[in-house]
């Protein structure tokens, strides 16, 4: 079974970009047919799609943070990333990425990492 774990460094500053860091075991971010996701739930709120990439390497976005999102991977590490720029409170949320089969299909899921975006 895939297991996913999300790093990232629980506070940011506003302004400044937050990365995080999913690993992934038990299977192959290049394995076709897989696209690996971020998600993320603020507080009290539902989850949000933040973005994707595919296992041949394209990313595709969610086009209210588009402008903002890059998503990128190390397949010799096994790992994909995310890049939020000029973040401000309202990204303060659980981070999460998941691996599905197909769009929005997520079967594997990480625990999440609280990020909280604050002066």
């Known amino acids: 079974q895939v297991q996913l774990q999300e790093s990232g460094p629980g506070l940011v500053k506003p302004g400044q970009t937050l990365s995080l860091t999913c690993t992934v075991s038990g299977g192959s971010i290049t394995t076709n047919n897989n696209l690996w996701n971020w998600i993320r739930q603020p507080p009290g709120k539902g989850l949000e799609w933040i973005g994707r990439?595919?296992?041949?390497?394209?990313?595709y976005y969610s086009p209210s943070l588009q402008s903002r999102t890059s998503i990128s991977r190390d397949t010799s590490r096994n790992q994909f990333f995310l890049e939020l720029r000029s973040v401000t409170p309202e990204d303060t949320a659980v981070y999460y990425c998941?691996?599905?089969?197909?769009?929005?299909?997520?079967?594997?899921w990480g625990q999440g990492t609280h990020i909280t975006v604050s002066s």
């Open positions: 998941a691996r599905g089969p197909r769009w929005e299909r997520y079967d594997d």
């Open positions: 990439i595919g296992s041949g390497g394209y990313s």
